[in-house]
């Protein structure tokens, strides 16, 4: 059995465009997992700044000193990038991101500035011992809180 040229050509360009159809799912679920990885280090390194500032874990200023740089350097990756129209939870359901984040994207980014200030109000502090950490540690606290009031999901 033969087929013609214009038969096969058909045939991939139409593979082609199904698999096309579908990269804009792909790519928000790229961004939704990167912004989600992004989240749980910043968790981890303010779960090790939260428990010196409660007296859980003993305060080590090199180790404060990490966290707080890691989370320096978090709150400089660009926001925007990570957050594609069609990556909040009514369109994928493995987020809690609400719908708000893009309609008031301007005030969301201002949060996500907020908590690099904040950030870096802690880089500067947390080597410096444990109350200064836990003076900085607030701010940083407060802006997590800021954005997850306006534009989280409960659970």
């Known amino acids: 059995m033969t087929f013609s040229a214009s038969f096969t050509t058909k045939s ?3 593979a082609a465009a199904l698999a096309m159809a579908g990269l804009p799912a792909f790519a928000n679920e ?3 997992g990167a912004r989600q990885g992004q989240f749980k280090i910043m968790a981890l390194n303010i779960g090790v700044l939260g428990g010196m500032a409660r007296g859980t874990v ?3 200023a090199a180790q404060a000193q990490i ?4 989370l320096a350097a978090i709150s400089q990756l660009n926001q925007a990038f990570n957050w594609p129209e069609g990556s909040d939870m009514m369109a994928a ?3 809690r991101a609400l719908p708000a984040i893009w309609e008031n994207q301007d005030d969301f980014l201002a949060k996500w ?3 690099g200030t904040a950030a870096t109000g802690l880089q500067a502090a947390a080597g410096n011992g444990l109350e200064a950490m836990q003076a900085a540690l607030g701010p940083v606290g407060g802006s997590c809180g800021a954005c997850h ?3 989280r999901q409960p659970q």
């Open 12 to 14: 991939i360009l139409l």
């Open 30 to 32: 790229g961004a939704i």
């Open 58 to 60: 003993e305060y080590d």
């Open 67 to 70: 966290a707080a740089d890691n």
């Open 93 to 95: 359901t493995t987020n």
């Open 113 to 115: 500035a907020a908590f």
């Open 149 to 151: 009031d306006a534009y």
